[in-house]
């Protein structure tokens, strides 16, 4: 037990789990959310929810695809809490087994004869572990026949994008945690991405299941294999490399030209019979470079790993985040995870490039993908998001300086939305996507009378989501001191300029001057320069 009780949770793994618990205590919210970066531990997350739920009597299914996950799963729940599982697939079965816990393979529960063994009220709480993959038809067949359960699906998917889609099942996101955080509070390694100017030509391959077709990218990579090991003996002869390609024979193809160019390689699949030792040899430094097809985007951890190369492009951001994610993982005398990129040629824009890990925006994305490409060195992704940012914040207040001026000047006492979004600086409103079901719903009247009577010009608001967001925000400024919209609608139609950032006082005091002085900018006054302090 003393092992167990050293498995103490970090600041944002508790952080998840008070969310968790809060999010099913909220009516008509029983299926959340966790998003945190490969590496973060969700497992340790996981885990100690089912101990909790355990501890209230409850029984709990933990649901995968994979063998490997269900094992790590297994046995991570065992480590942090002292809990064994039973297991759901093929002979092995749970049913009556005196263990709260059970680890599920979803190939196994989905069949028709298997569920029937179960009540639909057998689970009280179910969590997904690499949840991206629940909205197909087999997880919701088991999702469905325990309908009344309590459910957590966890991802590392990195963007709305991705959540947007989740959002057809779960009610809510309960806790989110970024790759930029994570690196910046030092639990990931540092990301520098670097673009080699090697246009490989995509605008050929046709799209198969929502992502590139893996036989036509195979075709359109062949002839650049030997390039592309140049590149590598160049920029990543001296780190340990996992290396992803479209087909295996692809993938055992580039092994033996890395071996030719001096490299030690290795390659495995899903037919390797020795897979288990190549990865223990590759994880000893036996190899330098591991290349496979797609085999080890989930469920394989090795962190002394520092190069991780994409040579199966995707348009899928949750597959692309788990072939990064292979080398976010802190170790001894790591300083930082090098990204290897190509100019990929698509006519297509949704190809996910090292900017997508970390840049919510689209526009900053972009902007970030080309800063990096003309580049020519290594990159620190998280300075190219900053450097893009303010690129792309410089473009689009140029752009919106001629309609909010003439927002300013419309004879209307409430303030539209982007006026006050931009006015206190509100990035994440202004970007704001409706993810889940309750968000992308019209705004209620009462949200839509609360809005008004607070000042916000409501016509403009489409979706419940951002009612809440913006209800939320003039709350706290509220319970913080802060102006109000009617109090920026007035001063910024005299030409005072991010009224957001005073204070209520001090909007109320020069209010108050200009009142005295016939409803005229007072002696003095400079409506360009004046910061209200």
């Known amino acids: ?94 049913i009556g087994s005196w263990f709260r816990i059970t680890v599920g393979s979803v190939q196994t529960l989905m069949r028709e004869k298997r569920l029937a063994q179960f009540s639909p009220d057998y689970f009280d709480t179910i969590i997904i572990d690499e949840a991206h993959h629940c909205l197909s ?55 520098r991405a670097l673009t080699l100017p090697l246009q490989l030509d995509l605008s050929g391959v046709s799209v198969q299941a929502g992502d590139f077709r893996a036989a036509d990218i195979d075709t359109a990579l062949d002839p650049y294999l030997y390039q592309i090991a140049d590149e590598m003996r160049e920029h990543c002869a001296d780190r340990k490399t996992v290396v992803f390609l479209p087909l295996v024979k692809t993938s055992q193809k580039f092994r033996d030209i890395l071996n030719e160019k001096g490299f030690r390689a290795a390659e495995v699949n899903g037919d390797s019979a020795d897979r288990a030792q190549i990865l223990n040899d590759f994880d000893k430094g036996m190899y330098n470079v591991l290349c496979n097809s797609m085999l080890l985007t989930e469920g394989w951890d090795c962190p002394s790993v520092d190069c991780v ?56 994305a972009k902007k970030m993908t080309e800063n990096i490409a003309e580049a020519g060195c290594p990159v620190d992704l998280e300075e190219a998001e900053v450097r893009a940012s303010e690129d792309v914040v410089a473009q689009r207040e140029e752009a919106l300086a001629n309609k909010l001026a003439e927002m300013r000047t419309r004879k209307r006492k409430l303030v539209d939305p982007l006026q006050f979004e931009m006015s206190i600086q509100a990035e994440d409103l202004s970007g704001y996507v409706p993810a889940f079901g ?83 900018i007072p002696p003095g006054v400079n409506p360009a320069t004046y910061t209200g302090e």
């Open 309 to 364: 190369i994409v040579l199966r492009p995707t348009k899928v951001r949750s597959l692309y985040s788990q072939m990064v994610g292979r080398g976010t993982r802190l170790h001894p005398g790591k300083k930082d995870l090098l990204l290897l990129d190509f100019l990929w040629h698509t006519e297509r824009h949704e190809l996910c490039r090292p900017a997508c890990l970390i840049a919510e925006n689209p526009e900053v």
């Open 438 to 520: 309750w968000e992308m719903a019209p705004p209620s009247a009462k949200q839509l009378e609360r809005l008004e009577k607070l000042g916000i010009f409501p016509d403009e608001i489409d979706n419940a989501g951002k009612a809440s967001l913006l209800l939320d925000r003039l709350s706290k400024r509220r319970d913080d001191g802060l102006t109000t919209p009617k109090q920026i609608r007035f001063l910024e139609s005299k030409g005072f300029r991010h009224v957001g950032s005073w204070t209520f006082a001090a909007a109320k005091k020069l209010i108050d001057r200009i009142a005295g002085n016939g409803w005229r």
């Open 1 to 94: 037990m003393e092992a167990v009780q050293k498995m103490q949770m970090r600041p944002y793994q508790q952080e998840a789990f008070d969310s968790i618990f809060t999010q099913w205590e909220r009516e008509d919210n029983r299926k959340t959310l966790l998003v945190l970066p490969t590496g973060c531990g969700k497992t340790i997350v996981f885990a100690k929810v089912a101990e909790h739920c355990v501890a209230q009597g409850k029984r709990v299914l933990v649901l995968a695809h994979r063998g490997e996950l269900l094992d790590q799963a297994a046995d991570k729940i065992a480590k942090a809490c002292g809990l064994g599982c039973a297991t759901e697939k093929a002979e092995q079965s749970c």
């Open 137 to 191: 038809d087999s997880y919701q067949r088991v999702l469905e026949h325990f309908g009344n359960a309590d459910v957590l699906g966890v991802t590392a998917t990195p963007d709305r994008g991705d959540m947007r889609n989740l959002g057809q099942y779960f009610d809510s996101l309960a806790y989110e945690y970024t790759l930029p955080r994570a690196i910046r509070e030092g639990y990931l390694s540092p990301i």
